[in-house]
């Protein structure tokens, strides 16, 4: 009861410090909204005819999918990432460790700030879509049962493999490039902001390998029209392997975190 | 009564090199107690080892009853530390930082009045990345006794302060020692050693050097003093004595009374202190340098 006090605590501060770091908002909270909003009046007219605009997908819903998996995976693996391996350098995890504060706590901390903080991007996302650009959002019950679980699972692997990640940051000064650079080559190979038809074979199958991928692919199945899923690798939506390879990710980011996590610098025991 | 520190046999080698090599440490209930050392000299690596951060290779350690090694949050609730360096609060404001800290302990203290005795109502509500350096090092210490803690650990606590600053710190522990806190206090500066502590140890490589109260370290109240005074021809005489009140004596009988420019000096603790280290230091001192290089 106490660990889940705390944890709740935790989360609290944890909210007012994410918010306070006006760089954190800008590139992990604000960023899909900006790029969705700016993709939307930069593409509106090559979706204002042919196959899309039958559909009814214009610019905005045709970004939408790789925004809102763009979106899980700032504000969970790269957010983690980033202030795990800063507060492990800057001695936070060390001080933290020297109180009677039980662990798990402070883990619950991080997951209830990931939780909230990406479930308020997608709201604002999902808003700026349907009110500033008129994107249709589905209404059957199905598509936003997929939505939850590809939400779920990618927010969950994300924060466990951001906290597993942080540990490869030898110093807060190296965890920019550690961090952010092949952050940035994911989310280029997972289509996110490309159509991710459009990449070479062996480029699709390295992108496969990674959850960011089908967090992306998840995402489209709710968003897109269902004719459109032959356009996907398998010519499917792969709701099956979806799920088996992201939690696959989660639990193995989970072993990983067990293993190797340090409330304290390399080199200092 | 309890000892809240007992350290008996510490060995702690990093590769080869020994970095604490066989300290023996009892530090009674109540009491403050100061570790001197030069950098490297093993004091970090000493207190980390009783704070539970880090692992030994030999010997026997027992803080509050408890080896570090193997216990658990419950110790720790009747501890506090206050660690070298530490960052990371700049976007929350001291009251936060101190009511979720209170949070996760037992017995915690109102944090109010653990604002008030750490001196900063006034910067409560401030971002702690806005405080002074001086203002910051309060806030450490007022995360370390939020939690009303037996024993406090403080690393270095005054590390650049101005004069002030570090006059308003010390009644701070004082006030803390008054109270009944028993406190380990690691510091380079020999005054506030002389200042605060009951008993001061001094470390170098790995080994404690001497251990004793401020006056008595090295046997300094024992040592022989040392007089200067000039003669009617206004040379300087300097004689090293183990009775200097007759020394004196006798000076004052010759010259009829004023014994021009007397001075009676004993060891200073940085005097003995900087005697205990010098045979351990790598390098030479500053002094060392120069006469070598006007030599």
Redesign the interface.
Known sequence: MKTLAIGWDRTVLELKMYFREKEAVFFSFAFPIIMLAMFAMIFSDSFGQGDAADAGVNAARFFLPGMVAAGVMLTSFQSMALSVAVERDDGTLKRLRATPMPPVSYFLGKVGLVAITSLAQFLLLIAVARFAFGVQLPSDAGRWVSFVWVFLLGVASGTVLGIAYSSLATSSRSVGAIVIAPALILQFISGVYFAFTDLPDWLKQVASLFPLKWIAQGMRSVFFPDSWQTQEMAGTWEHGRTALVIAAWAVAGLLICARTFRWTKRGTT | METPIHVSGLRKAYRTRAAVDGIDLDIHSGEVFALLGPNGAGKTTTVEIL?G???RDAGEVSVLGEDPRTAG??W??R?G?V?Q?????D??TPR?ALA??A????RARDVDEVIAAVGLSDKADDRIGKLSGGQRRRVDVA?GIV?SPELLFLDEPTTGFDPQARRDFWELIQSLAGSGTTILLTTHYLDEAEHLADRVGVIAAGRMLALDTPANLGGRASSRATVTWEDEAGTRHTERTSTPTQLVAQLAARHGGEVPKLTVTRPSLEDTYLSLIAPHLDTPTEDLKLEEVTA
Do not use: H, M, N, Q
């Open positions: 704070e951060f880090r692992e949050l419950r720790r609730d501890l530390i660690l360096s530490s960052t990371g609060l976007i929350v936060e979720t800290t949070k996760v302990y037992s995360l939690g």
